[in-house]
């Protein structure tokens, strides 16, 4: 809401016609030698006399005559109807945008950043800020990063670019194609050197994986690297594979021999069917080959 006030009394100013021409300064104060060259009331104010904040961002501030009057210490005749002040904008060169975010990862974060985008908007002079942070996630390989702009008065104004981010390593690819539910064997990967697309962690990730002896949820193309979400571990018990089961309650406990109807993982249900009488069994996977029925 104050933004929205102090947007609407900037536009009932101007369209009074109470300032023409603005103030431009460079920090986040006015000073009487900022508004010299467009009063004479002023000349005789000493140049460094702190009139107020200067707006931020690309707000514009308004001086009224009554305000002109007070600060300049003269008569309201001798004012303007109104003067305006805003902050000396310039676009910010490429290679700030660069350095801002190049410094951000050092090692063990060995990542190469390449700039794709970055806004061409004017803005005040300031301090440009990114952290890991900021990250918002990637498209395609492309990141959009989100960062500040700092002030020197300690006010931010939000900034963003979108990069790449490569990370020189080793990695896993699979020689071939494998269809879901494939389990994938040591020699089923081949062994890449060089940079490659960051899409994950930037940082590396909180625990080594390796989809060795996992099972793909998904057809998987030749040359692709094994996501986390693309495989799942291989079941515990397998449809049709005989498995141990323990069942009865208390101190008396019977095993007996059942053939699982489904694939499950420990923790899972299995559906059964007993070896010894042909009955059905629902029970949970204890283990790898083994089940209880409670």
Not at 157 to 173: H, K, S
Not at 199 to 218: D, Q
Request: proline share 6%; aromatic share 4%.
């Amino acid at each position: 809401m104050r933004c929205i006030s102090r947007s609407i009394t900037l536009l009932a100013s101007l369209a009074l016609g109470l300032a023409r021409d603005c103030a431009v300064v460079d920090g986040p104060r006015v000073r009487a030698a900022d508004l010299a060259p467009l009063t004479s009331a002023f000349v005789g104010v000493p140049g460094d006399t702190d009139l107020g904040p200067a707006p931020s961002g690309s707000m514009v501030r308004i001086y009224t005559r009554e305000q002109l009057a007070v600060l300049a210490g003269g008569s309201q005749e001798e004012m303007p109807a109104g003067l305006c002040v805003e902050r000396r904008r310039a676009a910010i060169p490429e290679d700030d945008w660069r350095a801002s975010v190049d410094r951000v990862f050092r090692p063990p974060c060995l990542v190469s950043i390449g700039l794709k985008e970055y806004p061409r908007h004017r803005y005040p002079g300031g301090e440009l800020v990114f952290s890991a942070a900021g990250l918002a996630g990637s498209s395609g390989g492309i990141w959009l990063w989100r960062g500040a702009l700092v002030l020197p008065e300690k006010s931010s104004i939000p900034v963003w670019v979108r990069v790449t981010i490569l990370r020189q390593g080793r990695r896993q690819v699979l020689r071939e194609a494998k269809p879901m539910g494939s389990v994938l064997g040591a020699g089923d990967f081949t062994i890449e050197e060089g940079n490659f697309p960051v899409t994950g962690s930037v940082c590396g990730e909180a625990s080594a994986f390796s989809p060795i002896g996992m099972v793909a949820r998904r057809n998987l193309k030749a040359g692709a690297e094994v996501a986390r979400g693309d495989v799942r571990r291989p079941p515990a018990v397998n449809r049709g594979q005989s498995i141990e089961v323990e069942t009865g309650a208390g101190n008396s406990r019977l095993r007996l021999q059942a053939v699982a109807e489904n694939d499950a993982e420990v923790g899972q249900p299995v559906r059964m069917k007993s070896s010894w009488n042909g009955s059905r069994l629902v029970g949970r996977v204890t283990a790898q080959g083994k089940a209880s029925v409670e």
